[in-house]
């Protein structure tokens, strides 16, 4: 019953409603005609029983059996009516009617009324007559015309019953589709939504009746369902698209990262070799410097030496005191000479190095500046130390802070040597360390070179930059220099104004706070 | 059948008649014939104000010979049911004869019964008689026993003439005569 399609529910309910409607009715129409009948028939009964009691007055009066009996032959009309009697007011018979044989009328009249018994209906009627009751009828009839009746009844009923569940069964299963038609139709949409997923189906809109509402509510939630879900779809295609997006630009990331490793270490191998390049002009320019070092000691001594030969020639006498000042002096000069060589030798050792060390940077400078002083005097150009004195220690490694000074001081000379060259002034370069305050120690080499145009002072870092012919300058001294320096934490600062000169300054910090 | 019918028949004359007053023998010809005469009161209608009210009284009256007189006299106080009194009168003679209302013409004055009846004319009595061709004669009731059973023959033109309305009920047993009249 439950999984029974609901247009057979609807025939059944429809059916069933109709049929047992139409049997109560019938049922009642049966009870009340029977009823009815019955009543009609003790009516009719009664009133024939007053006719015949008014036709018998006479022959009551009279005593006229005769003609009682000829009134009582006429109920033969009336096939229903098996006894009658006609009783006087001395309640003897005067007449006695039967017809069909069976039993006879009783022999003594009862009280006026009317019974119904076995199969019979039995009435007793007084005979009035002017005011005085001058007899009795008495009527009895069987009830074959009730029953007749209500035979009749019965089959017409049930042929109607059969009849209009024929015919509400035909109505219930052509107009079961006004209700269930749309019913069926929703649940085939319902169903085909779920089962292929396609919220693009509507179910075929009905009126303004619950069924019209339910349906076009179904409809409003298939549209929500299908604009939520082409949004969802937007949204994923947008994530695929970003994420494809993504994959790309980190593939391309990727291939940039390798380029710029292979960029980097190709300029590593580059750099390398440049470093070789400057360590290698460095050591030229120091090998000149050492050359002329040397130089002055080495005529020094063999002056001496050549002198104190010359004497021994011509035999002069030389007291002791005087060749032991030569002697002294030779001993003197070939220190120096060992120093120098002895500087150099470390110089090659250990520049590059990053060991660090708390050191003086008056130290470094007075190195440098004795490495390049003999260059500059020989150039003719003025090189001076400015001290502060008392400076604290910076911790950096001694040989590259020593480059980094050497570097500032070779791009002075250069500055100063082609500006003099240019206007024969007088160059000079000035070494000056200081402390400024209690973290900081800097290191100035100003010039009244050249300077720096304007237009590429942001240029002169860049590694492989020089203005200078190709072998004078690699383009590395101050690229490399300032690698050295923000190694050590520190900072080299480059200001400069053309055909003025170029102040270089390195910032270090001072060893303590370094440590702290 | 017929033999137990007739048996009821008579039964049922007897105690409906003599209501039980006469003895347990036969009624006689003439017992039944007063019952009767008794009754045709309750059958017939009198002109309005022949009575002066209900309780006035209805006179009988007998002409002639005949012991119907003394048996009516004997049952009128066994009447039940009827409202009027009922009074006897026996005269000999027309000339002796009181005002009434039913009268019974004795079959002793056969030979006289045109005269008597002229002499009623129009008077409304009902006139009551057992002698023969009285109905035929001007009569309005005749009565004769015949099988065993009272038969009556009505004059419905001389009870119209008289003013008289004879009850369906009472003609629904008689044979009527003189219709052909009117």
Redesign the interface.
């Known amino acids: 019953m439950r999984n029974l399609s609901i247009r057979w529910k609807l025939v059944l309910i429809i059916g069933l409603v109709s049929n047992v409607t139409v049997l109560l009715a019938c049922a009642t129409l049966v009870v009340f005609d029977w009823n009815a009948s019955r009543d009609a028939m003790v009516e009719r009964m009664t009133t024939l029983a007053g006719v015949v009691g ?2 018998s ?11 009682a ?1 000829e009134i009582l032959a006429e109920l033969e009309t009336e096939p229903n009516i098996k006894t009658a009697a006609i009783y ?3 309640r ?3 007449a006695f009617y039967q017809q069909g044989g069976g039993q006879l009328a009783p022999t003594s009249p009862e009280p006026e009324g009317y019974r119904f018994e076995e199969e019979f209906l039995i009435v007793f009627r007084p005979v009035i ?4 009751q ?1 007899g009795t009828i008495h009527l009895s009839s069987d009830l074959r015309e009730l029953d007749e009746r209500l035979g009749r009844y019965v089959a017409v009923v049930g042929a109607v019953v059969v009849g209009a569940s024929v015919v509400s069964l035909l109505l219930a299963i052509l107009l079961q589709g006004v209700i269930s038609r749309p019913i069926t139709r929703l649940a085939d949409v319902a169903q085909a939504v779920s089962r292929h997923q396609n919220y693009a189906l509507r179910a075929e809109p009905h009126g303004q009746d619950e069924l019209g509402k339910m349906i076009a509510g179904f409809n409003d939630m298939l549209e929500q369902i299908q604009s939520r879900d082409s949004e969802l779809q937007g949204t994923r295609d947008q994530l695929q698209q970003r994420a494809e997006q993504l994959q790309q630009e980190l593939s391309e990331r990727l291939r940039a990262e390798e380029a710029r490793e292979n960029a980097e270490r190709e300029l590593e191998a580059q750099r390398t070799l440049s470093l070789r390049a400057d360590r290698l002009r460095s050591l030229g320019e120091m090998a000149a410097g050492i050359a002329h070092e040397l130089n002055q000691p080495l005529m020094g001594v063999r002056g001496l030496a050549e002198h104190m030969l010359i004497a021994m020639e011509r035999e002069w006498t030389m007291d002791e005191e005087h060749i032991r000042d030569r002697l002294e002096r030779i001993v003197e000069q070939s220190d120096r000479m060992v120093h120098i060589i002895d500087h150099v030798r470390r110089f090659a050792g250990e520049a590059g190095r990053s060991d660090v060390a708390p050191i003086q940077v008056d130290g470094i400078v007075e190195s440098a500046v004795s490495l390049l002083g003999a260059q500059f005097k020989a150039h003719g150009l003025d090189l001076a130390i400015e001290s502060a004195g008392n400076l604290p220690p910076v911790l950096a490694n001694a040989f590259s802070l020593e480059e980094v000074v050497i570097n500032l001081l070779s791009n002075s000379r250069d500055a100063v040597e082609s500006r003099s060259a240019a206007d024969g002034r007088q160059g000079r370069v000035v070494v000056r360390t200081s402390s400024p305050d209690s973290t900081q120690v800097c290191i100035e080499v100003e010039d009244n070179g050249s300077g720096i145009p304007e237009s590429i002072i942001a240029k002169v870092f860049d590694p492989f930059f020089t203005t200078k012919d190709p072998d004078k300058g690699t383009g590395l001294g101050l690229a490399i220099s300032r690698t050295i320096v923000e190694e050590s934490d520190g900072q080299l600062i480059l200001e400069s104004t053309p055909d003025q000169g170029t102040r270089a300054t390195v910032v270090l910090p001072i060893a303590e706070i370094v440590r702290v | 059948m017929r033999p137990f019918i007739q048996h009821i028949f008579l039964t049922t004359l007897l105690t409906a008649v003599l209501a039980g007053g006469v003895g347990a023998q036969r009624p006689t010809e003439h017992q039944i014939k007063a019952a009767v005469v008794l009754k045709f009161g309750r059958f017939v209608e009198w002109p309005a104000g022949t009575f002066a009210d209900s309780s006035s009284p209805m006179t009988i009256a007998v002409l002639g010979r005949d012991a119907i007189g003394q048996l009516l006299e004997e049952m009128i106080p066994d009447l039940t049911g009827n409202i009027r009194p009922v009074q006897v009168v026996r005269v000999e003679r027309l000339e002796d004869l009181p005002t009434c209302h039913i009268l019974f013409i004795s079959a002793s004055e056969n030979r006289r019964l045109a005269g008597i009846l002229a002499t009623l004319g129009d008077r409304s009595v009902l006139t009551v008689g057992d002698m023969e061709w009285f109905a035929r004669g001007g009569g309005m009731i005749r009565l004769r026993f015949d099988d065993e059973r009272m038969r009556m023959r009505v004059n419905l033109k001389a009870a119209r003439d008289a003013d008289l309305r004879i009850s369906s009920r009472l003609l629904h047993l008689a044979e009527i005569v003189g219709e052909q009249d009117r």
């Open positions: 008014n036709n007055v006479a022959s009551l009066e009279f005593g006229d059996a005769r003609t009996r006087g007011a001395d003897r018979v005067l007559y002017r005011e005085k001058v």
